[in-house]
């Protein structure tokens, strides 16, 4: 093994076939479904469903560089569009839970459907998020009961801000994957998540949000009322540890946290896509205006913009590299938690401010909605709040370099 | 393919860099900077590792193995000690390295052979000038030929200058008589030139700078310095902007290296020091500014990385460099000034670490080529 930034060709034609498909198939939509925001994008969803997810098939496997792939695909479609890549019929973040704390079965049953050919569009999708709580997921009140008479899971409660939850809880053969306790005393290790399929009784979509950005992407209100799943659609264990989960081998509330060392480096890439829409916006229009970026000029010399773009293309950079390092320890199988929010906080943090400055340089034309900056701009501020803010990923890097247990810093 | 991990070779030089900077540098940082007097006995330890002679020509007795990403890892290593031994350690390169890409065989046979001696004997290079409107692509030290002679006219400052050493490298702007010598040059076209320390008309005063206070530095005036025709090294304008990437490269790395060991004393601090009972890293103000600085650190690093591997495909990697350099300059500040802010009022204190950090990154808005790689 060696130090090495270049990408393998697996990756070069991923990276160009998703980029072809940002340009072709988002880009004209982006602007309609923005404004249209809870419509669904039939056109989208239905390329990806027929062609887009088959997109890659037939190239070898082996050229490609698996998590870092995902990394650059989910870069390519945000850069494309941020809220109609939360829409693309795919397992999602259910899919991430299912593969983190799923038996073989529980995989083969749950997701056999999004790679078969035909049938109609279907989604994933992952429920933590509670009106009182949110970042603190070990303090969800969503309740599951067993029933020994029928063998059943018992689901009482409500979540809110679930992405693709649209999707995922009323098109038939897709799932929402539900956090849920069974057992309050017990906190964290009580908690457990349940698949449950779309339309089971007592699963109610009660409706979407109005956001500030990503409106085509369906974040929606479930609601959870003596919803009855069968005991096999529960991941991982349904022992209570007392102690705490994280140090033992439950995958219970473990391999629901994992979930999240898979999903944070994807979501930083998305970040990374909204960003450079920006920048490489920018970049050209002020090539078009005549402004060339002088990498070479000394500090003194380089006008506002000019030091305002070198900054962020290397802000971005360097997000992009922490986000492609926690990808590349995935497949590595080298444990990421530290790495996966490092990459997380820097890339939400980061892209926030770039689309904001965007925004900023290009003033009136930059405000405009006749151009697409303001949008990015707003679909950019997600990525420093969902998957984990900035905050809870400064926490959990914190802990991770201090070496300290959660109860010793809140 | 996308790789983060050094290979054997590297990861055995960042383990044996690391206990040398750990054992030998890190203890005597303080006083070195103090004194302002090189810690002998650890240059020339450090000499005997051989990390500058690794990467010299085999043609003169070097190991060949030249590598930027090999140099990076290094100076990163070594600055996390000290910045000024650091940046002592590795001056042989200032000479070495210009000589061993643009020399011709007399130059090399000459000069390269007593780099690597078992006498430690420091290089050194002339690139920046003492003027508010410095501009490293457009030097106003002017080289100008007459006869088999060229000029050498102009102001140098942050010239390394350990003792022991007899030549340095000059980057001026060169121009192609004498008859048309008059004003600053219009365009910058560089050109470098070894030139002997006790060359006639070259003064050297000694200076003194808010950090580095570990590493010798002068002020050069060339007062028309005659220097022979073949002194003047074969490197055109474009090969010397690469060499100037190869010197931001070379600082960059040793920038994360200084700001890591800002972070690292400050968390360890953070750690022990209580308030109201708890240790302040329990505090969010404290644990998040610590991560911020954790986070900052790696990204930086992985640009620099990243550029250190364009060098070594041999790309054009002005533009990465600049961008690393930039990101290093503005994290390494930001990183060492907290650190100070973690210790309080200690931190204000010569007897802990992070007064001189701060000190020492606050130079990286000028620095150019006081390392390569």
Redo the contacts between chains.
């Keep these: 093994m060696a130090i090495d930034f270049e990408l393998s060709e697996g990756s070069k034609l991923a990276q160009a076939h998703y980029h072809d498909i940002a340009l072709k198939q988002m880009r004209p939509i982006s602007r309609k479904y923005d404004l249209r925001e809870h419509d669904l994008p039939v056109e989208w969803v239905d390329y990806w469903w027929n062609e887009g997810r088959f997109g890659t098939k037939g190239r070898s496997e082996k050229l490609t560089e698996g998590f870092i792939t995902i990394c650059l695909q989910a870069e390519e479609l945000c850069w494309g569009d941020a809220g109609l890549y939360l829409r693309m019929p795919t397992p999602a973040l259910g899919g991430s839970a299912v593969s983190s704390a799923g038996t073989k079965e529980q995989k083969q049953r749950f997701m056999s459907k999004f790679r078969e050919e035909g049938g109609h569009p279907i989604w994933g999708a992952m429920a933590i998020t509670e009106p009182q709580a949110g970042s603190d997921a070990a303090a969800i009140e969503t309740t599951a009961d067993f029933d020994p008479d029928t063998e059943e899971w018992i689901l009482n409660g409500t979540k809110i801000f679930c992405t693709a939850g649209e999707g995922a809880s009323t098109a038939d053969g897709g799932f929402v994957v539900v956090w849920a306790t069974i057992d309050k005393s017990a906190g964290r290790g009580g908690i457990k998540s349940f698949v449950v399929m779309a339309n089971t009784p007592g699963m109610e979509l009660i409706g979407c949000e109005k956001k500030l950005g990503i409106r085509a992407s369906d974040t929606a209100t479930l609601r959870f009322d003596n919803c009855r799943v069968p005991k096999e659609n529960l991941l991982g264990s349904a022992e209570v540890r007392k102690k705490d989960p994280t140090k033992t081998g439950d995958k219970g509330f473990k391999g629901a946290m994992a979930t999240f060392d898979a999903s944070r480096p994807i979501v930083a890439a998305m970040a990374t896509g909204v960003g450079r829409a920006a920048l490489d916006f920018l970049k050209e229009e002020l090539e078009n205006q005549g402004v060339a970026i002088r990498y070479d000029a000394p500090p003194r010399e380089l006008t506002a913009i000019e030091r305002d773009v070198i900054e962020m293309e290397a802000e971005l950079q360097a997000a992009r590299l922490l986000t492609w390092r926690a990808a590349w320890m995935m497949n590595t199988g080298k444990r990421n938690n530290l790495e996966a929010s490092m990459a997380k906080a820097k890339a939400g943090l980061a892209v926030t401010k770039i689309t904001q400055k965007a925004v900023q340089i290009l003033g009136p034309v930059g405000y405009s909605k006749k151009l697409l900056v303001e949008k990015w701009m707003r679909d950019a501020k997600i990525n420093d709040i969902y998957e984990g803010t900035q905050q809870i990923n400064q926490l959990i890097v914190a802990r991770r370099i201090l070496d300290y247990p959660s109860a010793m810093l809140r | 393919?996308?790789?983060?991990?050094?290979?054997e070779e590297?990861a055995l030089i960042i383990e044996t860099v690391h206990q040398f900077a750990e054992n030998e540098i890190r203890p005597v940082a303080r006083e070195t900077d103090e004194t302002g007097i090189p810690p002998a006995g650890v240059v020339e330890a450090a000499h005997e590792l051989g990390l500058v002679a690794n990467a010299l020509p085999e043609a003169q007795g070097g190991g060949g193995a030249r590598s930027a990403?090999t140099g990076a890892l290094i100076a990163e290593e070594l600055a996390w000690g000290d910045l000024a031994i650091a940046l002592s350690i590795l001056s042989p390169a200032l000479l070495g390295f210009p000589v061993a890409d643009f020399g011709n065989d007399a130059q090399k046979n000459e000069l390269l052979p007593g780099l690597m001696d078992s006498a430690f004997v420091p290089g050194s290079l002339a690139i920046v000038e003492p003027r508010?409107?410095?501009?490293?692509?457009r030097p106003e030290t002017t080289a100008t030929r007459d006869g088999d002679e060229f000029v050498l006219q102009g102001r140098k400052c942050q010239v390394p200058w350990l003792d022991g050493g007899t030549h340095l490298v000059v980057i001026a702007n060169e121009r192609p008589s004498t008859a048309s010598s008059s004003g600053p040059p219009a365009s910058g076209h560089l050109a470098a030139f070894v030139v002997p320390r006790d060359a006639a008309g070259l003064l050297a005063e000694p200076e003194l700078l808010m950090g580095l206070g570990g590493l010798p530095t002068v002020e050069l005036a060339f007062e028309r310095v005659r220097v022979p025709a073949s002194s003047r090294l074969d490197a055109g304008d474009d090969d010397l902007?690469r060499l100037i990437d190869r010197g931001r490269v070379a600082l960059a790395a040793a920038g994360v290296g200084t700001a890591r060991a800002a972070y690292e004393v400050s968390?360890e601090y953070?750690?022990v020091r209580e308030t109201f009972g708890q240790p302040i890293?329990?505090r969010?103000a404290i644990?998040?500014k610590?991560?911020?600085m954790?986070?900052?650190i790696?990204?930086?690093r992985?640009?620099v990385?990243?550029a250190a591997?364009?060098l070594d495909?041999g790309e054009d990697a002005?533009?990465l460099a600049?961008?690393?350099w930039?990101?290093v300059t503005?994290i390494a500040l930001q990183v060492a000034d907290g650190a100070v802010q973690v210790f309080g009022g200690h931190g204000y204190i010569r007897d802990y670490l992070p007064e001189l950090h701060l000190r020492n990154v606050a130079g990286f808005?000028s620095f150019e080529a006081l390392a390569l790689v």
């Design positions: 393919m996308i790789d983060f991990e050094p290979d590297q990403v508010f409107d410095f501009d490293v692509y902007r968390r953070a750690k890293a329990t969010q644990a998040f610590l991560a911020d954790a986070i900052e790696d990204g930086a992985l640009l990385w990243e591997a364009a495909r002005s533009r600049r961008l690393a930039d990101q503005r808005s």
